[in-house]
């Protein structure tokens, strides 16, 4: 440092000394030097810092009561202000509880309105013929029996209005004979030969619709809104899907039909089909089944169908409603077309499903699965790569001639009432009546008591044993016995996630005056084109279930969710933590 400088501090201390023996007020200016430190001077000490008591610390909280409890000075005060902090937490905690619990098992909301639509989409109409099965009598007049018989049971079709028929009017033997020609003559493709079967001697579209009118008269061709579709009820004549759209008020929002009949002097059963005793009978036998559905329903229910016969009029009032559920795959299905598409129907709905994944699906028929060859017809495009036999289909249906039955005790015994004979010592050594005493022997039969010489009446039961068959079970007892097995199959099967539905109501009168013999008409209109909307709607979102908890604990300990992290970070700055 030079001379001069330090002769100039001296001077301004000097200064500063006789201003401040002064009592000047004049402001003074201070110089500092500071000398350049040195690099192997020592750090400074560090301070140590005093630990917080927990008093300190909870009383910085900002949650409600706590810190009127840690400094009130009378013991009284602050007994009063720890209950209301215990109690006030406590009901934040419970309240915080039902609030998280509405997050994770409350259902959503459902919201209804009323919507009205200017153009409105009609069902889907189903068209059978249980009875005939749309089999033109004139031209099957050479068609056989057991020929008919052996493609019906040989696609695994079983007619459910009419089961006697199998008991009492086939030979079951005949019909395996002629299986095996129709599985040689079309190279073991019983769907072709259904094919060719109504191709030849099925009625056609005209023969079965007179007229159809869409928008109370606009006519329009009957054959471009019905399509032929099988079921599993046999064939039908479905409307296809958006074929029929309503618009226009009310008044015009319907589509009207008719169905033709033959002349009564005219209508024939086919020969190979039970015949009518009378005229009641030959009505039946006329009628067609007429079902609303709001897909293709190729399941084997009746329940929304009704009959309808010569000069008859129905009146068909529909509602429409639209639901919409949220996309969530334990509830709907959300792309039935996609990753749940059914492997034999066309259409997705869960009563279709039901019956494909509980029986279609799981047949095993004398030691092997196979696939009933109907689904072919069901599907078009698909090929089934193991077809059941008439073998497995008669399994199936617990379908047999009589003369396979096993007779019994019993049976034997009123037999032998009736001849001079003991049918047990004749049958004795060529089988069993009692297979669980003698497991050497095969069971006696019908076909056994054919060899026994009978004579009178006991020939005549002998007789009508051999010539009958059993009954057998649809296809509906079938599912029924598999549901207890298969649950699963059944709760797997769940509804689409958007959907139409219709409700309707139907009056139903004979109008000889207004329908002239032999026809029918079915008329369908929309009583409102007001649509009912159920639309399933989700629960608050997490940012808003943050909200609702920062608002609880508002609401109980008037503090926001900053105030309880800063409570949290107190405690751990309590616990020694320095944070």
Known sequence: MSSAQVAKMKENSITKKNNIAKGASAPVILSTITAPSSP???PPPSIPVRKKTWTEVMSQTSIQAIPEAINSKRPSKRRIWIAVAIISNVCCVIHLYF????????PNAVSIS???RSQLTMPRIHVCQPTSRFIDTNLAANVSAAYYYAIELGLGLIRSDEPLQYKYRMDLAEVEREYENIMRTFKGNIAAAHLDLYDKYGMKCEAIFQNCRILYEHQVNCCDIFEPVYTLNGLCWVSKKGSIVVSGPESLASFRFRLKFPKYSDFKIPHFLPQPENSDDIYSAMSY?????DFLDQSPRWNDKFIVGPQEWFEIKLTQTQITWLDNSDVCVNDPDNERTLRFFQ???STNCAVERLMLRNLSLLNSSCELPLVELMKPGYTTDKPCSLSQILKLYNYYRMEDQPITEEVANVLSDLVNFSIPESLAGQ???TPQKNLTLSRCTVRHLKQLNFTG????????????NSVPQSILSIMAKLQAECQPCVDSCLPSCESTQHTFSK???TDRRRIPLPESEIFLFYSTKNVQVIEEQPRQSISEYIAMIGGNFGVWNGASLISFFHFFALVMIGMGFNI
């Open 40 to 42: 192997s001077s020592p």
């Open 99 to 106: 609030l998280l619990q509405t997050f994770i098992v409350s």
């Open 114 to 116: 009323i919507e009205r």
């Open 289 to 293: 089944f007429v079902g609303i559905a």
């Open 347 to 349: 259409d997705y709905d």
């Open 431 to 433: 089988c069993s009546l």
């Open 457 to 468: 009446e006991a020939l005549d039961i002998v007789d009508s044993l051999d010539k009958a």
């Open 507 to 509: 009056e139903w009168r």
